[in-house]
């Protein structure tokens, strides 16, 4: 059963902390993606990743930052965490092809104190 | 840039009728992608059904249905047979085809289902 899997349901952080939230996936898929989810607002994108170490700059990039040193597993950072960021995380993987639809994993929920 | 219009925040439907969720969206593209997808309270986001604007016939997958007017830019999304698992909320998204597949989608704010027992 192919899956995309990410490290927490639940996690609760304090202002100024470093946040790490990882996603991986058992598909082979190339392109990985990390959006926040918030009411009233949908999703928005943050970052995305079609290759090993590489990153593109989605919709709403500031205060984050991500890193995929391998195929499988992209990482969303929040350098010096604030309670704006307080949100719901969903990471999504895709194959490197055209209209392909998006696998997402089950959602971090991240409060920022 | 794209965007993506949903106007029903909320909808409530009796169990076993059928419900349309409408969904409208902005582009100056002519070939592009279009999905529903439905996140359960469990929130795992999973996809609906998917169509190419090239193609003119609506997508269908078993009790889902879409409507697709492309000179409207509609794409509404109709339920037969409501069951108490279609409870979810249910996100329109777009995308446009990018030359290396590394296509992104934009989504609308999403539409609340409710089905009634």
């Known amino acids: 059963d192919v899956k995309v899997t990410q490290s927490s349901r639940y996690l609760v952080k304090r202002t100024g902390e470093k946040v790490f939230l990882e996603c991986v996936q058992d598909?082979?898929?190339?392109?990985m993606f990390w959006y926040r989810q918030d009411p009233g607002l949908g999703l928005r994108l943050i970052y995305f990743?079609?290759?090993?170490?590489?990153?593109e700059k989605g919709d709403i990039p500031e205060g984050y930052s991500v890193s995929r040193e391998k195929k499988e597993r992209f990482s969303l950072i929040l350098e010096s965490a604030s309670t704006n960021q307080t949100s719901m995380y969903l990471c999504?993987?895709?194959?490197?092809?055209?209209?392909?639809?998006?696998?997402f994993g089950p959602g971090t929920r991240l409060t920022v104190l | 840039a794209q965007t993506v219009t949903q106007s029903q925040p909320e909808m409530s439907v009796q169990e076993a009728e059928t419900v349309t969720l409408s969904c409208t969206y902005d582009?100056?593209?002519?070939?592009?992608?279009l999905f529903w997808y439905k996140q359960p309270p469990s929130r795992q986001m999973i996809l609906v059904i998917r169509?190419?604007?090239?193609?003119?016939q609506n997508a269908t997958e078993n009790r889902f249905s879409v409507n697709f007017q492309k000179a409207a830019k509609s794409f509404s999304l109709k339920i037969s047979d409501s069951q108490l698992g279609d409870t979810a909320m249910y996100f329109c998204?777009?995308?446009?085809?990018?030359?290396?597949?590394?296509?992104?989608?934009?989504f609308g704010t999403g539409t609340r289902l409710t089905i009634i027992p």
């Open positions: 582009t100056s593209e002519n070939n592009y992608y």
């Open positions: 169509q190419e604007a090239y193609k003119q």
């Open positions: 999504a993987s895709s194959l490197f092809a055209s209209g392909r639809s998006k696998l």
């Open positions: 998204a777009f995308m446009k085809p990018l030359d290396f597949g590394n296509e992104k989608l934009t």
């Open positions: 598909m082979d898929h190339e392109n």
């Open positions: 990743s079609y290759d090993v170490k590489m990153k």
